[in-house]
């Protein structure tokens, strides 16, 4: 089946710094990528909707510019936390959508990056 | 705005017992409905969906899922677990032309020995 990867699988920054999380889809180009926020014990949150070639949406609530997003190519997105800090240790998903009909759509999720900031 | 109840945090079963998992959902349309589940160290995979049609869904595994519309529920189902079940269960909701996915809170399925 697809595949998606992201890079790196944990990471531990110190407060100020920036991490960049890479999403990949391995063998499959994707119409569309989707990054999730995921606290302990609760759901995964949409963060951002990304499509290749054209600027990020944002859900509401969502720092823009703090989380810059990238989307480079139909098999790549990346998701750059900027200053971060305490409060942005979470674990991030991203998902790879293909389809272009509601029968035909499909999201294929990576196996998450837990950011832990110092 | 549409959202995802998942009642139950953990559920424990004995191994080759039946088990349900709830999920409620809350929409002022049309919505389809998503079962994922995510073992240790793995992305979420896709177990089964309801679009449209048969109320009755059969995923992948054994489970099914029934989309009862005017309960808004659409529990899973599996008439008897393996140990290899043990796992995070999501359900998720989304609306047409929208394809961004609410989730819920997750149930944690421990199926024992």
């Known amino acids: 089946g697809a595949v998606v990867s992201q890079h790196p699988s944990r990471v531990i920054c110190k407060s100020g710094t920036s991490v960049k999380i890479e999403c990949r889809s391995l063998d499959f180009q994707a119409t569309t990528m989707f990054w999730y926020r995921q606290f302990p014990k609760q759901s995964l949150m949409l963060m951002a909707t990304s499509n290749e070639g054209s600027k990020a949406t944002y859900e509401q609530g969502v720092e823009k510019d703090k989380f810059l997003i990238n989307h480079a190519s139909l098999t790549l997105s990346t998701l750059t936390v900027t200053s971060a800090h305490p409060e942005d240790s979470s674990f991030y998903i991203c998902s790879a959508r293909v389809g272009s009909s509601m029968s035909t759509d499909t999201q294929y999720f990576g196996p998450g990056t837990r950011l832990t900031v110092l | 705005a549409q959202s995802v109840t998942q009642l139950d945090s953990q559920v424990p079963v004995f191994e080759e017992a039946p088990v349900e998992l709830r999920c409620n959902y809350s929409?002022?349309?049309?919505?389809?409905l998503f079962w994922y589940v995510q073992y240790p160290n793995q992305g979420l995979q896709l177990l089964l969906k309801?679009?449209?049609?048969?109320?009755l869904v059969k995923g992948i595994n054994g489970f099914e899922a029934e989309f009862n519309k005017s309960q808004t529920s659409f529990h899973l189902r599996k008439p008897s677990v393996h140990i290899s079940d043990t796992a995070e269960y999501f359900c998720?909701?989304?609306?047409?032309?929208?394809?961004?996915?609410?989730f819920g809170t997750g149930t944690r399925l421990k199926v024992l020995a």
């Open positions: 309801y679009l449209s049609g048969s109320t």
């Open positions: 929409s002022s349309v049309s919505v389809y």
């Open positions: 998720a909701v989304t609306t047409s032309g929208t394809y961004k996915y609410i």
